[in-house]
């Protein structure tokens, strides 16, 4: 007999706290597999007790954790009291402004600070900072716990965001990001060498259909949305190499995913296969190099270095530039040692 759960409410309300919908394209996935996936913060073992206890419907039905998931099919996980509102709180966490005016704000965002507050993040956030530094942002309506944003950078992705001040500003510069008429700059160092100075990324990018806390690329657009990518070299070190990415289009995880999907992943990339090895060879010394920048670049080597847009105020063209941040340039600088003393 199926154990229930004794914090039921005797009228048998339950609220839904997450709703997925499997894609067209989902492989046949364990029901406790799909969900650890997709709640990155909630054990595998604390969902199969969840589908135990009835607290997980597929298609409106509760389902064993060995449900095997399909495509098309609806899961809720439900529980017996009301969604955890997220209560916004200004916080001092410090933030590195480069420009502000009262329309809005430009600041160099640290690598390791999640941008808004959500699952597992109800804290310590940069949403949570911007409150404490600044007098107003702009609400939005639609998305209450994310009041001036424009636009995100990933927890471990360094460099310049806008923030919007005013709703005026708000509309205006996220019209321009999904105009792209706009300008985003990013460095990133890769695993691997380019034969040419130039190139482009093209591929659709949408939730892996095998893991879905990562994106993948559909060469074919069978899935996905489309997504470009243009770069360019800065400086080669043989084994890996700095690029300048110019993004036409704005995906989750684009350059990520799109590198990765050349077999030249990011550095340190740990999500998308770049905390290994990929390029040299398998001596001791250099294995100890390669861990020696991982530990000082603990994360993928990605910063936003520029940010130009259209003032929504003044109409002026305004062009910001954030220096690469110290754990990023030490390691350059111990690649630019290593193949100067090969060299040597």
Known sequence: MQEIDDNLPENGDLFEHFHYTADKGQSVLRMDKFLSDLMPNASRSKIQD?????????????????????PGDEISVVMPYPVREIKLEPENIPIEVIYEDDALVVINKQAGLVVHPGYGNHTGTLVNAMLFHFDKLAPKKDEPDRPGLVHRLDKDTSGVMVIAKTEKALTHLANQFFERTND???????????????????????????????????????????????????????????????????????????????????????????????????????????????????????????????????????????????????????????VSSRKD
């Open 50 to 70: 969840l589908a135990r206890n009835g607290n997980v419907l597929v298609n409106d039905k509760p389902q064993k954790p060995n449900y095997k998931v399909k």
């Open 184 to 338: 985003r700059r990013y460095y990133a160092l890769v695993w691997g060498d380019f034969d040419k100075d130039e190139g482009e990324i093209e591929g659709h990018i949408g939730r892996s259909l095998k893991d879905r806390k990562v994106m993948d690329v559909f060469p074919e657009g069978e899935f996905g949305k489309p997504a470009l990518t243009k770069y360019r070299v800065i400086e080669r070190f043989g084994y890996v190499t700095l690029v300048e990415c110019k993004l036409e289009t704005g995906r989750t995880h684009q350059i990520r995913a799109h590198f990765k999907f050349i077999k030249h992943p990011l550095f340190d990339d740990a999500t998308y296969g770049g905390d290994k090895i990929l390029k040299g060879t398998t001596f001791t010394k250099y294995r100890q190099f390669i861990q020696n920048c991982f530990a000082i670049l603990n994360r993928q080597a990605l910063h936003a270095k520029k940010l130009s847009f259209t003032h929504p105020v003044t109409g002026e063209w305004m062009e910001f530039e954030s220096e690469l941040p110290d754990d990023f340039q030490r390691v350059l600088e111990k690649w630019r040692v290593y």
